[in-house]
């Protein structure tokens, strides 16, 4: 007998960074919220980044490391996820470990008790690294997801230790180079402050400053670049191909918050990601993967269509609700200067007091749901939905607090601009969008 593979149609959706912490399925009645609900159901597949911890404090709060809010969403918020219709997510970002291993704890198992299948994050780097399966009529979809940013990652365990609970990473290490002269100064610098005399010795040809993280060399001339940790690359990429193996839908999923450099004229650094992360997104589709989700500057960067897949640089935001948490943690106010006994309001209002740049931009509250068509294992059309998260920047958050950051479709002149926006950053990658009828699409070129 001989078996005939029949190569199925899919209908991918996905959004970029959920930063929630309350249930938005309460305004799913709503008229510009019910047809965003709708797409999101009627999906075979539907995407989102999970970018918070839920539970109820059954952790503690990390510490070392943090410069911005904690996360935290009661459990009911996965019941809310998966009444609204997401179907798989991504763990791996830079609150997954916001409270520590009981956080990530109370995370997995409330995701797994509603059903929603997660990767990237786990009790040691194996079980991070693990992609995630989903079974669907259209068959098995698996999922990779990987964090770039250095907080919380999980470690490897050994046959006499265990492994360290965190975030599955692609760890970036930052390599500044220096002009000659410019290097003879940095070095001078560096021994005026005593800092770090043994690492001249153990490595001449670099100094680590201001920590072990970041490197400064010379060089030909001024530069930034990141380098991956080739460990990283290539245990990610196995993971993919073994997840092609036994699926028959991959994707991969990167929150990066990293930015590009000397951006071109009309262009900001925030709009584009490095360059080294643009060379893994490529590597992931010549992996196998049938589309590339990134996301993590909570901005809407460009999308590529690269050797016939997608690939979404950044899927921007699809719940901000920053400032809804109740409770943060001593560190978070010592960070902002509030040593004496304060509330987490007052924390928040200071916080959002400008200039402050999530509350100022436009661009954080500004964003897009994708729907990836794909007919007989090819990708056949994108959708572009616009979608504004509910935030009058004229008025004060004090004064919308509790329904700023929910998502809503985009209507009229805004949903244009949105869109002519996303072609905009698009055509970095030679990508063409099309407007009709209140969304972009995007189609494979022929030949």
Known sequence: MRY?????????LCVGDAFIAR?????GGEPDVAPLFKRIKDADVSFINVEIAIHSFEGYPIGEGKYDAYGQADPIVADDLKEIGFDICSCANNHAMDYSEGGLRATIGNLDRVGIAHSGSGMNLAEAREPAFLDTPQGVVSLVSASTWNLGFAGQQRNNLPGRPGVNPLHLERVYHLKPEQWEQFKGIVKALDHGADIFVNEPKFIRFPDRETKFMRGEETRREYVPKKADIDGNLRA?????????????????HYTGVYAPKGYRNLDLPPDEVRDFAHKVIDAGADAYLGHGPHVMRGIEVYKGKPIFYSLGNFVFQSTLIRRQPADLFDLWGMTEEKSTVELYEKREAPPAVFFDDPSYWESFVAEVDYAEGKFKEIHLIPIVLDYDPKKPLSEQRTTAGVPRLAKGKQAKKIIEDLTRLSHLYGTEVDYKDGVGVITPKQG
């Open 240 to 256: 993919l191909k073994d997840a092609r193996s036994l699926s028959d839908w991959a994707f991969f999923s990167l929150h990066d």
């Open 23 to 27: 249930r938005i399925g309460v305004y």
């Open 4 to 12: 005939i593979l029949v190569m199925k149609d899919l209908k991918l």
